[in-house]
């Protein structure tokens, strides 16, 4: 088997897309209940669809980029967790594929072969984690598509263009998921292997980087949404306050896979034979990646096993000295077998009916049913983080984050804050209030010209408008 893919013929990357699609489609098409992030991702563009500008009337730390791919898959599909699962699955074949052929063209390796990008899609089938288009899948591709343009320096010669092009990939990737700015230092230790003039030269991708930030900037700023852009967007990210949003043994046994892959291939770099200078400068430049993306997972406030495919490309990268080594054939393969088999059995756990025997709890990612409402297809807003009441309705005002939201409603004793409310509430008003913490007595006392006007349902804890 894994000597079939050493080989770049045609009909080797047919196989591979064909395996990758026979183990991903059969659940996608059977329907995994939607998750909590993609309905908030759905919220997002649906708001930006209907005319609202992020960050100023819609109050989500959503990066910008990644904001306008929602708004128009919103334009195009509307709610539909399918599109955006089938979405992420092109995204991921997109990244593995584009990887392989960075590798391949590039001549990294001794030999060329299709093992990275099986490598690369076969883990990206371990969790339907991976299937969620998330800002960082976003992300994630714009730092692959930068990744030619900062170590072909020594092959192709100094060329301004390629530079600057580099580091505004970067640049890309960071306005999908801020936090991906910190691969900069891989675009720094890239100009410090390769370009000639190591000082200018990171300059040149710096300025590539903050091109569209300059862009964007000079647009928020336009609309008077500059300090909503930099709370919301540029500050948000860096409160390192880390937490799993799933259990950490869950996570642990899920990522047990990978991580056996990748001590294997990194236990295998250490007998390498004698390579060419550019080979051994990009290894480092992928040790470095592989640091850099567990910098990333690991000082988030969210992790989960999404977050790991930032570990992806450099495992992809060095599984080629594990799976195209000297080693016996039938150890190889059975390796490979070993590796599938674990990823279909953690992927299938459910149809199989096994998951009670490995002891993993259903993602607290996943929505439940849609709680009890009076009316459905209504306009609604939730004061508090269950989003379910969003599935069957539609939100108004800029409170769609219940965390970003207590920046106003924790306020309540500040004027300004009560102002804000009440700016806010001027131009549309929800027909149901879901009042999950207690807060609508206070603001029906405060802010009487717009809350007073609710009054309690049936339903505890939910609130109509009666005018």
């Given amino acids: 088997m894994i000597s079939y893919f050493r080989s770049i013929l045609p009909s080797r990357l047919i196989l591979l897309v064909l395996l990758f699609l026979a183990i991903q489609l059969p659940l996608i098409l059977w329907g995994i209940p939607g998750t909590a992030p993609e309905l908030l991702h759905m919220l997002v563009g649906e708001r930006l669809a209907e005319g609202f500008a992020m960050y100023r009337d819609v109050y989500d730390n959503t990066a910008p980029l990644s904001a306008f791919v929602?708004?128009?898959?919103?334009?195009?599909?509307?709610?539909s967790f399918l599109v955006y699962r089938l979405a992420a699955l092109a995204l991921l074949l997109l990244q593995a594929l584009l990887l392989n052929a960075i590798f391949n063209r590039h001549n990294v390796y001794a030999s060329k072969s299709y093992i990275p990008a099986l490598v690369y899609l076969v883990i990206g089938s371990l969790s339907f984690e991976f299937n969620m288009l998330t800002p960082l899948l976003l992300g994630n591709t714009f730092v692959l598509l930068s990744l030619p343009y900062v170590v072909t320096l020594s092959k192709e010669g100094f060329d301004n263009n390629r530079l600057f092009v580099g580091g505004f990939m970067l640049g890309l990737a960071a306005m999908c998921f801020l936090p991906l700015a910190l691969f900069l230092l891989i675009g720094a230790f890239g100009v410090f292997f390769f370009a000639s003039n190591?000082?200018?030269?990171?300059?040149?991708?710096?300025?590539?980087?903050?091109?569209p930030y300059a862009v964007l900037m000079t647009y928020y700023f336009y609309t008077n949404t500059?300090?909503?852009?930099?709370?919301?967007?540029?500050?948000?990210p860096w409160q390192l306050q880390v937490d799993f949003l799933r259990p950490p043994a869950d996570v642990a046994k899920l990522m047990a896979i990978p991580?056996?892959?990748?001590?294997?291939?990194l236990l295998s770099t250490a007998s390498l034979p004698q390579r060419l200078v550019f080979q051994v400068k990009f290894q480092q430049v992928m040790w470095v990646w592989l640091f850099v993306s567990f910098l990333v997972i690991f000082t988030r406030d969210e992790i989960t096993v999404a977050t790991f495919v930032l570990v992806l490309p450099p495992l992809a990268y060095f599984s080629e000295f594990f799976f195209n080594s000297n080693r016996k054939k039938w150890l190889l393969n059975l390796v490979f077998f070993i590796v599938l088999g674990g990823v279909l059995v953690l992927r299938y756990r459910l149809v199989l009916g096994i998951n009670p025997y490995l002891s993993l709890e259903e993602s607290p990612l996943l929505l439940p049913e849609a709680p009890e409402m009076p009316v459905e297809q209504t306009t609604v807003l939730v004061l508090g983080k269950d989003t379910r009441y969003y599935i069957q309705n539609r939100p108004v005002t800029p409170y769609i984050n219940w965390e970003l939201?207590?920046?106003?409603?924790?306020?309540?004793?500040?004027?300004?804050?009560?102002?804000r409310i009440s700016q806010n509430f001027s131009g549309e008003r929800p027909a149901f209030i879901v009042d999950e913490v207690?807060?609508?007595?206070?603001l029906s006392y405060k802010i009487p010209a717009v809350f007073g006007d609710y009054?309690?349902?049936?339903?505890?804890?939910?609130?109509?408008?009666t005018d």
């Fill in 226 to 236: 500059g300090q909503e852009f930099i709370e919301l967007h540029l500050l948000r």
């Fill in 70 to 79: 929602f708004w128009v898959l919103d334009v195009v599909a509307g709610r």
């Fill in 405 to 419: 939201a207590q920046r106003h409603f924790k306020r309540l004793n500040e004027y300004d804050a009560v102002f």
């Fill in 438 to 442: 207690g807060l609508m007595p206070e």
């Fill in 259 to 265: 991580a056996l892959v990748l001590l294997i291939s």
């Fill in 198 to 211: 190591t000082f200018r030269s990171f300059l040149l991708m710096l300025c590539g980087f903050i091109f």
């Fill in 455 to 465: 009054t309690p349902t049936d339903v505890q804890g939910v609130y109509q408008l």
